[in-house]
């Protein structure tokens, strides 16, 4: 197969990992208005625009993360400390959180199912862009993330959900790729007549 160059967009998307260590700087003004937009462009059935991006940075973190540590403390209560201590500290000293709300429309003929899948979509663009400006992140989420009083903050009251955080930043170290699946276990040709299999499936039975 041939190889995308080193400088060409496709090879930074495939230079992409995760990484929730992560420093300031994170984007600002201009750079994050682009960054969010980039979102803005996803596929979106019926044109809803369903994202709803809430940018916690600065002295906000803090009270924030102890909105996230009551929402995991009522919605997993067997939560050993050190899991809410986590919580906490990463909530408070990540660089930027970016809630992934969801103005979902149940009563629309479009699926919700795809209302949160244009969303899903949204939020890895913004990860895509996040990395080719030079920043890092990493998705997250959790049973919190349901807690009606949380969501209630961020001013996603039901039938509005929660799709997760993005934790912004300068990714602290460079980017470590993780191994990928080899894309031929994944990927099948339909030859116009007998059912695909596929090589990860035979491997997994
Ligand atoms: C909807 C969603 C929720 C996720 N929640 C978590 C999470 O709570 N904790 C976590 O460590 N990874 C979570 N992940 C996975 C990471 O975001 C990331 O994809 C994973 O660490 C693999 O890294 P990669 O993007 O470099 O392949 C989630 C991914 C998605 C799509």
Known sequence: MTQASSTSPLAALLGRSSTGDLVAPAPQGDVLARILSAGLRAPDHGHLCPWRYVVITGEARPAFAEHVVAAVARQEPDAPEKKREKRRRRFSETPM?????MHLRPEHK????????AVAA??????NALHMEGFGGVWISGGFCEDRSLLSQLGLDAPHRLAGFLLVGTPEKPERTSNRPEIDEY????????PVTFGADDRRR
């Not at 959180?97 to 709300?101: M, R, V």
């Not at 479009?110 to 899948?117: A, C, H, I, N």
């Not at 949204?122 to 990860?127: D, E, H, I, S, T």
């Open 97 to 101: 959180i970016i809630a992934l709300g």
């Open 110 to 117: 479009v699926p919700v199912m795809e209302q949160e899948m």
């Open 122 to 127: 949204g939020a890895m663009n913004v990860l």
């Open 187 to 194: 990927v099948a040709v339909w030859d116009g007549w007998s």
